[in-house]
């Protein structure tokens, strides 16, 4: 720094300023946060000269003053909260996917939601028909409780960096068959405006600056997808005889054994699945004689899955999922 005794007054400020504007530009350079300086910020700055006069006494000299307003950025994100697609039912209501909304601009911001289901390329459009956001917090859609938004008149507002759950409910359209999937999309617009990267909407931002949209466009947007998850049942009844001579025509006194598959198809599970049939017209049931996937079953209403009761067997399976099978037999005498 020996050199700076030859520099004139003017060279030593300009080069003071040039330090200064190098090291504000380091810092620059530096990672930044999602959010970066808040929005209405000011930044100020006053650059010094100094110098020694010619009695040899040290002199500074102050700048004037600049002082910067930091506009407003309009940045949005929109994630799916799913794991995966969402099972639904044909003709179900109510089917919720979930959506994270994230403010990701410096300045707190409103922002409209919407949501799209005619996007083309899915098997069926759900039909979307109400957005819910997450009033508590916990992540899970409470009916009642959350809030059902309003487009306009209840806008979220997120403060920088925040984020909101929300939630769109949706019906499925009863034609839609098992395996199929209907998108459905999420929009999340800055309520300060939206555009390409770089507009600017003069004096709204905080503070009176401008707001300037911002890499997202200040629209935001993810998608979901429902999938059919349904299952179906077949029954199949099939019987064999065993008659008093070791043959197997139906007689008086011959053994009919009678043998009920339901079969689950699909990719869904059926709930409270349960098997009954009634004992035939001129037989007489045989006691014990009822098994379940090859278990045997007592007779007695009691703590197992079946019983035979009011001339009739039945055997409960409860949930089974699809492509699985559930076997009952019982025998009966023909009187």
């Known amino acids: 720094m020996a050199v700076d005794r030859f520099l004139t007054v003017e060279a030593r400020a300009v080069r003071l300023m040039t330090l200064a504007v190098a090291g504000m ?8 946060l999602a959010v970066g300086t808040t929005a209405g910020t000011t930044i100020s700055n006053t650059a010094t000269a100094t ?3 010619a009695t040899g006494k040290p002199v500074s000299v102050p700048s004037n003053a600049v002082n910067l307003r930091v506009d407003e950025v309009l ?9 995966g697609d969402a099972p639904a039912l044909p003709g179900a209501t109510n089917q919720v996917v979930k959506y994270k909304v994230t403010n990701t601009g410096n300045g707190s911001e409103a922002f409209a939601l919407a949501p799209i289901t005619a996007i083309g ?5 759900p039909t979307a028909t109400s957005i819910v956001l997450d009033t508590n917090g916990n992540g899970v859609y409470d009916p009642g409780v959350d809030t059902v938004y309003t487009a306009g008149n209840n806008n979220p507002v997120l403060a920088p960096d925040a984020s909101i759950l929300v939630f769109v409910l949706s019906t499925i359209p009863a034609g839609a068959t098992d395996g199929q999937r209907g998108q459905i999309d999420l929009t999340a617009t800055d309520a300060k405006g939206s555009g390409p990267a ?8 905080t503070g009176g600056g401008d707001a300037v949209v911002g890499t997202t466009t200040g629209v935001g947007r993810d998608k979901n997808f429902y999938v059919i998850s349904a299952a179906t049942v077949a029954l199949a009844k099939s019987a064999s005889v065993l008659d008093p001579f070791g043959g197997t025509k139906s007689l008086p006194g011959s053994i009919i054994t009678y043998t009920l598959v339901a079969t689950v ?19 007489t049931y045989v006691p014990a004689s009822i098994t379940a996937q090859g278990a045997g079953i007592t007779d007695a209403t009691d703590a197992d899955t079946g019983e035979f009761a009011a001339n009739r067997v039945t055997v409960r399976f409860g949930s089974v999922a699809g492509g699985q099978t559930r076997t009952v037999t019982f025998k009966v005498k023909i009187n």
């Open 198 to 205: 770089g507009t600017v909407f003069a004096g709204q931002g």
């Open 121 to 125: 390329g899915d098997a069926f459009d």
């Open 75 to 83: 940045n949005v994100t929109v994630a799916t909260a799913e794991s």
């Open 51 to 53: 110098y020694t006069d």
């Open 265 to 283: 198809s699909g990719t869904g599970t059926i709930a409270n699945l349960a098997v009954g049939d009634p004992i035939p017209t001129a037989t």
């Open 25 to 32: 530009a380091a810092g620059m350079a530096s990672p930044a």
